[in-house]
């Protein structure tokens, strides 16, 4: 049985997150206290028709009971029930505009005093073990709805037993740095085609602009590198036990070189039939 632990910063888009794993075939639970989901996880395991793929939802709505998710934890692991645990985050400020947004009260407001930043910068406080315990953490700051829907289909529609899922993502600087990004490489020393006026309103996945980034010898330097660098570092992530791995490419905007060469990052790894997806993270941006 898949059996997936969803939780991360309220408002960081938990609920989409549920909702995409509905759709490709999760039995999902929201809200539950940490200490039931060894028993909920056994008694999902014995039910008589066999449940294949069941995400729990837990985070700091529970109150006092979440402090107690990793004692839960290591009773799965002392009952040798696998698990993995994706972690939504966002920053501080999408977060804090989102609930400016919906007025919807914090789950830690009467803790701060009504104060929505502060609640925000307890609740990261009180989930920093937690993230860096997580399987999988999937930043939603830039997201769109449907993004966060393509990148948890992409996570979880495979074998996620052992497998390693490699997310590469184009990025532009002016917007900032992926923060689940564990690779990151800067193309702005490439040759670019936002100068060349019939280009300056194409994307890296036209093929005058993949064409006009390629040609350079530079970029063909750096490509060779770059291939190199990843499929040497991926077995040697793959031994670690790591589950997924983000390469974040980056350029000014993220319309040009950036996705020039995540995309042929990508193209690469599924030659090589590996668990790959790609997302342009800013691509439509002006």
């Known amino acids: 049985m898949d059996f997936l632990i969803v939780t991360g910063l309220s ?92 007025r919807r009260r914090h789950p830690l407001w009467e803790e701060t005093g009504g104060s929505i930043e502060d609640a925000v910068r307890l609740e990261r406080e009180m989930l920093r073990p937690v993230r860096e315990r997580a399987d999988y953490i999937v930043d939603t700051s830039l997201l769109a709805p449907a993004q966060l829907k393509e990148r948890i289909s992409a996570l979880f529609l495979g074998d996620t037993s052992d497998a390693l899922m490699i997310h590469c993502v184009s990025f532009g600087f002016k917007y900032g740095i992926p923060s689940e990004a564990d690779l990151v490489f800067d193309v702005r020393c490439l040759p670019n085609p936002y100068y060349v ?67 042929l990052l990508y193209d690469h790894l599924q030659e090589k039939k590996m668990r790959v997806s790609v997302n342009h993270r800013d691509i439509k941006k002006l």
Request: hydrophobic share 40%; glycine share 8%; proline share 3%.
């Open 11 to 102: 408002g960081a888009g938990k609920s989409r997150a549920v909702d995409a794993l509905e759709d490709i075939g999760f039995y999902c639970v929201d809200n539950i206290p940490p200490q039931l989901i060894p028993t909920f996880c056994t008694l999902c395991g014995n039910a008589k028709e066999k449940m294949e793929r069941v995400a729990v939802v837990t985070d700091v709505r529970g109150g006092d009971m979440f402090s107690t998710l990793f004692a839960s934890l290591e009773e799965l692991n002392e009952d040798q029930i696998s698990y993995k645990i994706l972690f939504l985050d966002a920053a501080d400020r999408v977060l804090i505009n989102r609930y400016k947004e919906t």
């Open 197 to 263: 006026e019939e280009l300056k309103h194409l994307t890296g996945l036209d093929e005058p602009v993949s064409r006009y980034v390629l040609e350079w010898e530079q970029t063909k330097g750096f490509v060779k590198r770059f291939i190199d660098l990843i499929d040497y570092m991926i077995p040697l992530y793959c031994n670690e036990g790591k589950s997924q791995l983000v390469i974040a490419v980056g350029c000014t905007g993220g319309k040009h070189r950036s996705v020039t060469l995540a995309q």
